[in-house]
T-cell receptor
Framework: GEDVEQSLFLSVREGDSSVINCTYT??????LYWYKQEPGAGLQLLTY?????DMKQDQRLTVLLNKKDKHLSLRIADTQTGDSAIYFC???????????FGTGTRLQVTL | NAGVTQTPKFRILKIGQSMTLQCAQD?????MYWYRQDPGMGLKLIYY???????DKGEVPNGYNVSRSTTEDFPLRLELAAPSQTSVYFC???????????FGDGTRLSIL
């Protein structure tokens, strides 16, 4: 079945850029999503990209998609302490558009 | 602007007890999903529904049942609670299969 992998932890200084990486295995993925989860909360949709796009920018967020390498990244510019959370990559496969999630990357922002 | 509402937020069960986790959405979404999230893991799909009266199994359906009698509600039932079902359960919905899923805040369930 589909597999989505992420590194578990990333630490950055406030004001720096953060880059969170994700790899997936299903070449038929149609959409790829980034969700943010703060402690004790549900998942908040951050952004998503269609599989026919290479890049999408949304304010401080930039998503890059390399379909050849099945690699997705999320760049957060000017990272703030409020960005500290777990970030999940997910891709959509199948007719019911079921999401397959990575294990999440915990982003720690230090002063 | 409620979105996806899950109740209860927390629950402790004894082994062998049963309970129903409630999920309701007010966005007139056709698709609804149940996931479980174990510590340090991503979300695993339990069951999903593409419309009222239609449900199907996800990746980890054993030990659970669902029903979808209305567009708004998608309850998840545990018949015989087991310690392996200790987890955080998330309900999600989307307007169509190719639209982003919106999540509730989760139900934290412990089985002792």
């Amino acid at each position: 079945g589909e597999d989505v992998e992420q590194s578990l932890f990333l630490s950055v200084r406030e004001g720096d850029s953060s880059v969170i990486n994700c790899t997936y295995t299903d070449s038929s993925s149609t959409y790829l999503y980034w969700y943010k989860q703060e402690p004790g909360a549900g998942l908040q949709l951050l952004t998503y990209i269609f599989s026919n796009m290479d890049m999408k920018q949304d304010q401080r967020l930039t998503v890059l998609l390399n379909k050849k390498d099945k690699h997705l990244s999320l760049r957060i510019a000017d990272t703030q302490t409020g960005d500290s959370a777990i970030y999940f990559c997910a891709d959509v496969t199948g007719t019911a558009s079921k999401l397959t999630f990575g294990t999440g990357t915990r982003l720690q922002v230090t002063l | 602007n409620a979105g996806v509402t899950q109740t209860p937020k927390f629950r402790i069960l004894k082994i062998g007890q049963s309970m129903t986790l409630q999920c309701a959405q007010d966005m007139n979404h056709n698709y609804m999903y149940w996931y479980r999230q174990d510590p340090g893991m991503g979300l695993k799909l339990i069951y999903y529904s593409v419309g009222a009266g239609i449900t199907d199994k996800g990746e980890v359906p054993n030990g659970y049942n669902v029903s979808r009698s209305t567009t708004e509600d998608f309850p998840l039932r545990l018949e015989l609670a087991a310690p392996s079902q200790t987890s955080v359960y998330f309900c999600a919905s989307s307007y169509a299969g190719n639209q982003p899923q919106h999540f509730g805040d989760g139900t934290r369930l412990s089985i002792l």
